[in-house]
């Protein structure tokens, strides 16, 4: 479901993005932890460094295929519902899978490279963080 034409699409604040931002983040914790008890009991221990790679790996797929399944199906994650933030193309659309991996990817490293993805809505003229304005996606207010 997405803004018909006669309903503009109100961005959501930076504030409300933030909050939703800071809810993800404890359900990516417990996601993280869940799905950490199901990887030990399989794979064994990760005690050396490759055993930690590859677990670090394994928890960025499993928090990419949650992104994904959520933005493909609604445009929502949890904390977006609960914050009434939806995600849609440019053009108010749904969401490709190629941009749902394109924005999680950039996001990504927008947040590793010390957040300057995120801190980039400060300069930007319509307050969207980098990942959005490459991906062409817009985050919009659903009340």
């Known amino acids: ?14 504030r409300r993005r933030l909050a939703a931002m800071l809810y993800e983040s404890l359900l990516l914790s417990a996601l993280a ?10 794979f064994g221990g990760i005690q050396g460094p490759f055993q930690k790679a590859v677990f670090q790996l394994y928890l960025l797929g ?9 933005w493909k199906r609604g445009g929502q994650t949890l904390a ?4 009434r ?10 969401l490709s899978t190629a941009q749902c991996v394109a924005r999680f990817g950039l996001a990504t490293l927008g947040l590793l490279c010390a957040g300057a ?8 003229p319509e307050r969207q ?3 959005d304005r490459l991906c062409r996606t817009r985050l919009v207010r659903t009340d």
């Open 33 to 42: 932890m869940v799905a950490g008890f199901a990887y030990i009991p399989v």
């Open 129 to 131: 963080f980098l990942h």
């Open 80 to 83: 977006m519902k609960t914050w």
């Open 85 to 94: 933030i939806r995600l849609v193309r440019a053009d108010g659309g749904p």
């Open 1 to 14: 479901m997405h803004e018909n034409a006669t309903t503009p699409m109100q961005p959501a604040g930076l």
């Open 62 to 70: 499993v928090m990419l295929l949650y992104f994904v399944v959520f």
């Open 117 to 124: 993805g995120f801190l980039w809505a400060l300069v930007d």
